[in-house]
């Protein structure tokens, strides 16, 4: 069995950054196009961005410039580098691999 698990999260203040991981057991990254979502309280979850296996990106419109999406095929990690944080980014952030269920996700809170 897959099993994903998020850390990196945290409370930030608007305009700070923060770094997330993602490791997962069991399944490689690097075979599958992977990505990170979030989930805002009340809201549906929504996709902040991808990653293919030949490392080309995608972003959500909003994160654009703002959030990097890398990964690191020897270490099996995923991350999500998010800079210039905005209230409205607040959520919980979940990284999601095809082969896998969703992980517990890690808690974003930007204060304004």
């Known amino acids: 069995q897959v099993h994903l698990v998020e850390s990196g999260g945290g409370l930030v203040q608007a305009g700070g950054s923060l770094r997330l991981s993602c490791v997962a057991s069991g399944s490689p990254f690097s075979i599958y196009t992977t990505g990170w979502y979030r989930q805002a309280p009340g809201k549906a979850r929504e996709l902040v961005a991808t990653?293919?296996?030949?490392?080309?990106?995608r972003y959500a419109s909003s994160m654009l410039g703002r959030f990097t999406i890398s990964r690191d095929d020897a270490k099996n990690t995923l991350y999500l580098f998010m800079n210039s944080l905005k209230p409205e980014d607040t959520g919980v952030y979940y990284c999601h691999l095809p082969s896998a269920d969703w992980g517990e996700g890690t808690l974003v809170t930007v204060s304004s």
């Open positions: 990653i293919t296996p030949e490392g080309f990106t």
